[in-house]
């Protein structure tokens, strides 16, 4: 996707310097200080009578889904805007009802609507929602390709880039294992785009080590995910490295005491970090993480979605990181993982 907000700011900053070039620097015009006249909105002003609806797909147990839900309602506290969230009660894979929620919210026709492409049979709903002139922003789960992106009408992205998140995963991975290894790769959201999208930046980078892998379709159910581990590993000995794509992959810390598999004697990689995953890390069982700053998720498109209503701004783009989180990172963001804003 061609960013076009990057390139209008990059060009704006070429802008800048050739001002400056001709004498229009700080001496001709502050660009620091506004006019003496201007009236600054105060904080609590930006959103102040600004409807906001957020379409999760997370289900209510879902920690994730809680931390991004956090981040939410403190933008929404911070700007004064009025607010409303909608999480699936029957869980994560239930597409009828993330797609009712997202009827509900088109209906009551929103300043802003912040949505997740977690199923391309959601886009329909999405692509409503902007002819009706509704802003959309996507958060999480971006358009799987440009052309579906254009169709939701979204004027921006807030989230991680799933396929290079993979790519990076593995990569980072790879130095604890040999080429030419035998890989497992559990996947926790079978047919979700953001499952198959970091699943292939994984397998990209196997390839070019020479791995070979099998994919266990599995769940967000922690004892599924560490029964399917167990029984693979079994079944498997000379399997090198797992690599899971959502943070389920920490029950390794109780899974391979049991079958007698040492710390670190099969790295293991996961995304983000829950309690779960940074207790596996400090105690060797995963050697690093992926993290994507979920707070950030909930706070920012609000902070965004005001300015666009009440401000007349465009949407901009933010990756929200393919941040690398091994043990020694581990360690110093710990504090914060416990009180629930990094995750």
């Known amino acids: 996707m061609v960013d076009k907000t990057r390139r209008n700011f990059i060009a704006g900053l070429a802008g800048l310097g050739a001002a400056a070039a001709v004498g229009w620097g700080l001496a001709g015009y502050s660009l620091t200080r506004p006019p003496s006249s201007a009236k600054l909105p105060s904080i609590a002003q930006i959103g102040k009578g600004v409807k906001?609806?957020?379409?999760?797909?997370?289900?209510?147990t879902n920690v994730f889904g809680n931390v991004v839900e956090r981040g939410f309602d403190n933008g929404c506290e911070l700007v004064n805007a009025d607010c409303i969230m909608y999480r699936p009660q029957n869980g994560s894979s239930d597409v009828a009802e993330i797609i009712s929620n997202l009827q509900t919210a088109i209906n009551q026709h929103p300043?802003?609507?912040i949505a997740t492409d977690i199923y391309t049979s959601v886009q329909p709903y999405l692509h409503q929602a902007s002819q009706e002139g509704i802003p959309v922003i996507l958060v999480n789960v971006d358009a799987p390709t440009q052309q579906d992106f254009e169709y939701?009408?979204?004027?921006?992205?807030?989230?991680?880039?799933?396929?290079?998140?993979?790519?990076t995963q593995t990569q980072a991975l790879s130095k604890y294992f040999p080429s030419n290894s035998h890989v497992v790769i559990i996947n926790e959201g079978p047919g979700e785009v953001w499952a198959e999208q970091r699943i292939q930046g994984e397998t990209e980078v196997l390839k070019e080590y020479g791995c070979t892998w099998d994919i266990i379709e599995s769940s967000f159910t922690l004892s599924q995910v560490e029964s399917q581990i167990t029984a693979y590993l079994e079944a498997n000995p000379d399997t090198k490295a797992v690599i899971s794509n959502g943070y389920g992959g920490a029950v390794v810390m109780d899974a391979f005491p049991k079958l007698g598999i040492k710390p670190g004697q099969i790295p293991v990689a996961v995304f983000d970090i829950t309690p779960q995953v940074l207790q596996a890390i400090l105690d060797g069982y995963v050697q690093l993480t992926i993290d994507q700053q979920p707070y950030l998720q909930g706070f920012l498109p609000v902070i965004q979605g005001a300015f666009v209503v009440k401000y007349d701004f465009t949407g901009w783009n933010v990756n929200a990181g393919n941040y690398v989180l091994t043990k020694e990172i581990a360690q110093k963001v710990e504090p914060l993982v416990n009180e629930g804003i990094f995750y």
Do not use: C, E, M, R
Request: glycine share 18%; no cysteine; proline share 4%.
């Open 52 to 60: 906001i609806i957020f379409n999760g797909h997370w289900g209510p």
């Open 111 to 113: 300043d802003v609507l």
């Open 152 to 167: 939701t009408g979204a004027i921006s992205y807030i989230g991680q880039n799933l396929v290079k998140a993979g790519d």
